[in-house]
């Protein structure tokens, strides 16, 4: 599903997104940066990550990750220091009102493959 997609399913606000077309195959949802350092690993690349969590530390895990792609639930704004860190490093940086669940759903529901 291209990231142009998943920003229209989620209704989100992009905050940094240098490639519309991006390709995403694979969504997890955390807010637990140790738990997607462990189950994210082998799919950075091509993941979504759905998370709470709007902290420099989403930022640092996906780079170590290789993640491109970063999607805010319920409402959270990031601040500029995290624009500023996505940018840098390239990332994709959307965020949707939708709870964790709904937006899980909407992604699950139009065949994006859960990770784990």
């Not at 091509?46 to 709007?54: C, D, S």
């Amino acid at each position: 599903m291209k990231i142009k997609e998943i920003i229209e399913l989620t209704q989100a606000t992009v905050y940094n997104c240098p490639n519309y077309e991006f390709e995403v195959y694979y969504t997890f949802a955390s807010d637990l940066m140790s738990d997607v350092l462990i189950h994210g690993s082998n799919y950075g690349d091509i993941a979504l990550l759905v998370t709470g969590l709007a902290n420099p530390q989403v930022i640092r895990t996906a780079e170590v990750l290789d993640l491109k792609a970063i999607l805010l639930v319920r409402g959270k704004k990031p601040s500029d220091e995290l624009i500023r860190l996505a940018k840098e490093n390239n990332i994709i940086l959307l965020s949707t009102e939708f709870g964790m669940y709904k937006t899980c759903g909407e992604l699950y529901k139009h065949d994006l493959k859960p990770l784990f």
